[in-house]
Nanobody, 125 residues
């Protein structure tokens, strides 16, 4: 059974850092693109970053460029989102998602096939 489980969320002060993890099982991660999305209260889910399945091409939302870094470790079947210089506007539930193939993934919500349950990130002083 295909599973994605996010972890690493929590409460952090503005300017702080967190690293989210997405542990996967039930499939071969190297064949899938990985994406990170977030949803703040009262807002639509938005794409944060994604990384392609084989070439490692990355894509970032403008709001996180230069602050967030996506990575993957296929041997560990895990993806990561390193988040630095966090601001209150980054407060949201963060989700990871995968799509099979995914050589040129985008941050369009509709092309992602499988989702985790989410992890809460709260940035507050």
């Amino acid at each position: 059974q295909l599973q994605l489980v996010e972890s690493g969320g929590g409460l952090v002060q503005p300017g702080g850092s967190l690293r989210l993890s997405c542990a996967t099982s039930g499939f071969t991660l190297e064949n899938y693109a990985i994406g990170w999305f977030r949803q703040a209260p009262g807002k639509e889910r938005e794409g944060v970053s994604c990384i392609s399945s084989r070439t490692g091409i990355t894509n970032y939302a403008d709001s996180v460029k230069g602050r967030f870094t996506i990575s993957r470790d296929n041997a560990k079947n895990t993806a990561y989102l390193q988040m630095n210089n966090l601001t209150p506007e980054d407060t949201a539930v963060y989700y990871c998602a995968v799509q099979y193939g995914g050589s040129y993934p985008t941050l369009s919500f509709y092309e992602w096939e499988y989702w985790g349950q989410g992890t809460q990130v709260t940035v507050s002083s």
